[in-house]
T-cell receptor, first 113, second 115 residues
Framework: EAGVAQSPRYKIIEKRQSVAFWCNPI?????LYWYQQILGQGPKLLIQ????????DSQLPKDRFSAERLKGVDSTLKIQPAKLEDSAVYLC???????????FGPGTRLTVL | GESVGLHLPTLSVQEGDNSIINCAYS??????FIWYKQESGKGPQFIID?????DKRQGQRVTVLLNKTVKHLSLQIAATQPGDSAVYFC??????????????FGQGTILTVHP
C-alpha cells in the first residue's frame, strides 16, 4: 500500500514570497491533517479535514496560511506571504477516519531566507 | 495552555541495553497516548499507543507505561539496536467528538544507540 505522498520535499524562498505544498493521502483515507514541525519541536496541528470539509483550523494562521481539499482527496497548503518564522517541516498525515491511526508523509522542508 | 513534555532531550545508550524514554503530560482529561519514532528526513511513525483505562501495554520489544496519578508516560525499548536511533515523541489525544484526531506532541527525545 502506498504511503502519504508530499511534494516538493524541499523548498527555499525569500520572505514575502508565496509557496504551496501538495499532499496525496493514502487511498480511501477520509481524514487529512497538516502539521508544522519547527526544528527541535514536535509537530503542531495546523488544520484537519474530514473529506472536503474543515474539522479544525484553530491553529492555522489564517492571515497568511490557507489550505484546501476540494475533491476530498489531495490537499494543498499555501503560505502567502512567507515570514522567516515559517521555516519548518510541513507534514501531511491521513487516517481512515477521525480517531484512527494517523500515517505521516515524509514532509516538505521549507526554508525562508 | 496544557501541554505534553519530555524530561530528557537526549539519551545515549549502548547496543543491547534497555532504553527508557519519559514523558510528562499536564492534561488530566487526556485519554489516549501515542509514542512516535521519527527518523531523519521522515515523518513520525507510530510505535505503540495506550488508553487511559490501562497502565501498561506491550508490543514487540517496546512497552508503554502510564501512571495517571502523576501524569507520566514512559516508553521502554528492550535490547536497543542501532536502528532504534531516532527522535521519539509522545503525543496525547483528548478523545471524543471532533477533537479525537487532534494530537498534541511533546518536544521529543533524541535516542542515540552506539554499536
Amino acid at each position: 500500500e502506498a504511503g502519504v505522498a508530499q511534494s516538493p520535499r524541499y523548498k527555499i524562498i525569500e520572505k514575502r514570497q508565496s509557496v504551496a505544498f501538495w499532499c496525496n493521502p493514502i487511498s480511501g483515507h477520509a481524514t487529512l491533517y497538516w502539521y508544522q514541525q519547527i526544528l527541535g519541536q514536535g509537530p503542531k496541528l495546523l488544520i484537519q479535514f474530514q473529506n472536503n470539509g474543515v474539522v479544525d483550523d484553530s491553529q492555522l494562521p489564517k492571515d497568511r496560511f490557507s489550505a484546501e481539499r476540494l475533491k476530498g482527496v489531495d490537499s494543498t497548503l499555501k503560505i502567502q506571504p512567507a515570514k522567516l518564522e515559517d521555516s519548518a517541516v510541513y507534514l501531511c498525515a491521513s487516517s481512515l477516519d477521525e480517531g484512527r491511526e494517523q500515517f505521516f508523509g515524509p514532509g516538505t522542508r521549507l526554508t525562508v531566507l | 495552555g496544557e501541554s505534553v513534555g519530555l524530561h530528557l532531550p537526549t539519551l545515549s545508550v549502548q547496543e543491547g541495553d534497555n532504553s527508557i524514554i519519559n514523558c510528562a503530560y499536564s492534561n488530566s482529561a487526556s485519554d489516549y497516548f501515542i509514542w512516535y519514532k521519527q527518523e531523519s528526513g521522515k515523518g513520525p511513525q507510530f510505535i505503540i499507543d495506550i488508553r487511559s483505562n490501562m497502565d501498561k501495554r506491550q508490543g514487540q520489544r517496546v512497552t508503554v507505561l502510564l501512571n495517571k496519578t502523576v501524569k507520566h508516560l514512559s516508553l521502554q525499548i528492550a535490547a536497543t539496536q542501532p536502528g532504534d536511533s531516532a527522535v521519539y515523541f509522545c503525543a496525547e489525544n483528548m478523545g471524543g467528538g471532533t477533537s479525537y484526531g487532534k494530537l498534541t506532541f511533546g518536544q521529543g527525545t533524541i535516542l542515540t544507540v552506539h554499536p
